[in-house]
């Protein structure tokens, strides 16, 4: 089991940016594919991005290519989320999950480990 916490999350305004941060410990984030989720309210938790465990491979929403980046840093067992050019409709918890899978990342149900998640709100 891989414990992971998000923080990074706050308020910004449209256009601005935010980087999130979901750093892991018990385990070695490299060693898992590292996917992003969001929910906002009264809304099921989609899918926003993710890094294969190889990080050879990222996947992202329609929504969100061109604007949010995943990558990561070994050193600091941590994966990262720069989400720019920010719009309202990005308003979400955003969670950060851990797969031992390296297909179907694009899916929750691929994922084990989950941290608690961060709140993003973007202002017009």
């Known amino acids: 089991q891989v414990r992971l916490v998000e923080s990074g999350g706050g308020l910004v305004q449209a256009g601005g940016s935010l980087r999130l941060s979901c750093a892991a410990s018990?385990?070695?984030?490299?060693?898992?594919?590292i996917g992003w989720f969001r929910q906002a309210p009264g809304k099921e938790r989609e899918f926003v991005a993710a890094?294969?465990?190889?990080?050879?491979?990222?996947y992202y929403t329609d929504s969100v290519k061109g604007r949010f980046t995943i990558s990561r840093d070994n050193a600091k067992n941590t994966v990262y989320l720069q989400m720019n050019f920010m719009k309202p409709e990005d308003t979400a918890v955003y969670y950060c999950?851990?797969?031992?899978?390296?297909?179907?990342?694009?899916?929750?149900?691929?994922?084990?480990?989950w941290g608690q998640g961060t709140q993003v709100t973007v202002f017009s």
């Open positions: 890094l294969s465990s190889g990080a050879d491979s990222t």
């Open positions: 999950a851990a797969s031992p899978w390296s297909s179907g990342l694009t899916s929750a149900g691929q994922y084990y480990d």
């Open positions: 018990g385990r070695t984030i490299s060693n898992y594919a």
